[in-house]
């Protein structure tokens, strides 16, 4: 009985959540969260609800295709979640536009958005290269 409570009490992690990318990408969804705030009422539920989903599923993507057993499949949900952050980068300029979030608060999270990128197309060309060359 003591093993088994041993072995409930052990936690491990799943094989995103060791990405220090996953992190970085935690982190761009909180403060996007507290942007959100920022919004006015009526785009809470409009572009400031768009931003919050694409950043969520720059994550979700992420840890779905480590769930893969296919070095395809987990390319293409990288590529999922790269799309997604494009999409946070692209909601967020407009939000910028609308002068819904500051300038500095844009260009804040420009350097954090450029860092995921990076290492979402690193991580893509590490899975690629073990497509290629097994």
């Not at 407009?94 to 991580?123: H, W």
Request: aromatic share 8%; glycine share 4%.
């Amino acid at each position: 009985m003591k093993n088994l409570e041993t072995k409930k009490n052990e936690t491990r992690n799943f094989s995103f959540e060791n990405l220090e990318v996953y992190s970085k990408i935690r982190n761009l969804i909180k403060h996007i969260y507290q942007l959100q705030e920022n919004f006015p009422k009526e785009e809470r539920y409009g572009l400031g609800d768009q931003v919050r989903r694409a950043a969520v599923s720059v994550s979700a993507n992420l840890a779905e295709g480590s769930g893969r057993n296919s070095i395809k499949e987990k390319i293409h949900f990288v590529e999922i979640s790269y799309g997604s952050l494009m999409e946070v980068f692209c909601e967020l300029q407009v939000a910028c536009d609308l002068e819904y979030i500051t300038p500095e608060q844009f260009n804040t999270l420009r350097p954090l958005i450029t860092d995921i990128a990076k290492m979402l197309s690193g991580l893509r060309n590490a899975f690629q290269s073990r497509l290629t060359n097994p």
